[in-house]
């Protein structure tokens, strides 16, 4: 019996360890289900976390990123900006030098026209080729600060005989200047290529020069205008105005004797250059008279300013004089009429009346005022 209760015991006992251990299993693999779970969400919550982490930094990063971006570009931006300005402005600029430049193709060519006609004109017709010179000097005249119709005079002359201009100097002095403009043959000559065409054209421009200067001296300008004019001093000379240098520095170079030829016809030649160092020089002559004139107006200003004063001086010694003398006078009088007291005085007589009570009244008995020799306490019924 004793041994069916300890096998009872027994086998009770090893039910409840196998209760025990099945129950400890259960447990553990609930804990670790539990673990599990707890260690899936905390897994799934720290992927999360992650994710989001990670979300944040990459916007972050991308913002960062994009300012980043942006301040490498804003340069590039700025400068893409201004060329796109300029080549804006360029292509305006462009389309207005493309007009400019029509526009000024058109003056060109209409100046070249002009100048082409001004050349054909200037190689062969003669009295264009006067006028022209003709204008020069007048130019060359007024841009010399002489003064028109006072120290030069344009187209002045006697009946048919009238020079181009003439130049008075501060003396009096005048100076006939003519213009006279050989062109024809020289500009054949300038523009030949053959040497032979060229000899000849030099020949004939030669050969026009010496024709001006005989034309010139045959005038005689200076003595025709001299007769006419005897107040005006006339220099003995006639001055050739050549308005372009090189055709006369040819002829010139050609023939030398030119100058003699001239010289021999009381002629000089004259180029632009040489005319304006003369024109020069009579403009500050001018220049010095009207400073001189201006001097000599004022010293006789001056003058007459001092004799005004002098006469009014005297004239006031003069009133001086003569009031004193009227005081002198003035004073003999009183002495004689007033202010002796003893002497039979107009004043003393006058006091006797006064003292006889004889009344000082006017017409319709009007009451005078005593004179003041009269007034004193010495005077009766004072």
């Known amino acids: 019996m004793e041994t069916t209760v300890i096998a009872g015991a027994l086998v009770a006992a090893l039910l409840f360890a196998a209760a025990f251990a099945l129950s400890l299993a259960w ?3 609930a804990k670790e289900k539990a673990f599990a779970a707890a260690v899936e969400t905390l897994r799934e919550q720290f992927g999360n976390i992650a994710l989001s982490q990670m979300k944040v930094q990459g916007e972050g990063l991308a913002k960062a990123n994009r300012a980043s971006l942006d301040g490498l570009l804003a340069p590039v931006r700025d400068q893409v900006k201004v060329l796109q300005e300029l080549a804006e402005k360029a292509q305006r600029e462009a389309h207005a030098l493309g007009v400019g430049m029509a526009k000024d193709a058109l003056d060109i060519g209409n100046a070249a026209r002009g100048l082409r006609d001004v050349a054909t004109a200037l190689s062969s017709d003669t009295r264009f080729q006067g006028r022209k010179g003709e204008e020069i000097l007048a130019e060359k005249l007024r841009q010399s600060g002489l003064e028109e119709n006072v120290s030069f005079f344009l187209q002045r002359g006697i ?3 009238r020079p181009d201009a003439q130049v008075r100097d501060t ?3 005048w100076l006939v200047i003519d213009s006279k403009v050989s062109l024809t043959a020289y500009m054949e000559y300038a523009a030949a ?19 001006k200067i005989d034309q010139l001296a045959r005038k005689k300008y200076p003595k025709v205008f001299a007769e006419e004019n005897r107040d005006r ?8 105005f050549v308005p372009y240098e090189a055709p006369l520095a040819e002829a010139l170079k050609a023939e030398p004797s030119l100058w003699q030829r001239a010289a021999e016809g ?18 500050l002559a001018w220049q010095h008279e009207k400073e001189a004139r201006g001097q000599r107006e004022i010293v006789d200003a001056a003058r007459e300013l001092l004799a005004r004063m002098n006469a009014f001086l005297s004239a006031f010694e003069d009133v001086g004089r003569a009031l004193e003398s009227l005081s002198g006078t003035y004073d003999r009088a009183k002495g004689v009429l007033v202010d002796a007291p003893h002497a039979q005085t107009i004043a003393n007589s006058a006091r006797r009346l ?26 009766p019924g004072a």
């Open 27 to 29: 447990l553990l693999r």
């Open 159 to 161: 009946d048919t005989d």
């Open 171 to 173: 003396e009096n002095r």
């Open 193 to 211: 290529t053959d040497e032979a065409v060229r000899s000849e054209k030099l020949a004939q421009h030669v050969a026009s020069v010496r024709q």
């Open 233 to 240: 001093d006339y220099l003995p000379v006639t001055a050739m």
């Open 266 to 283: 009381n002629v000089v030649l004259v180029t632009p250059l040489a005319l304006m160092a003369y024109l020069r020089l009579v403009y």
């Open 354 to 379: 006064l003292g006889l009570h004889v009344r000082l009244e006017g017409r319709k008995g009007r009451k005078l005022e005593r004179a003041e020799c009269l007034k004193g306490p010495d005077a």
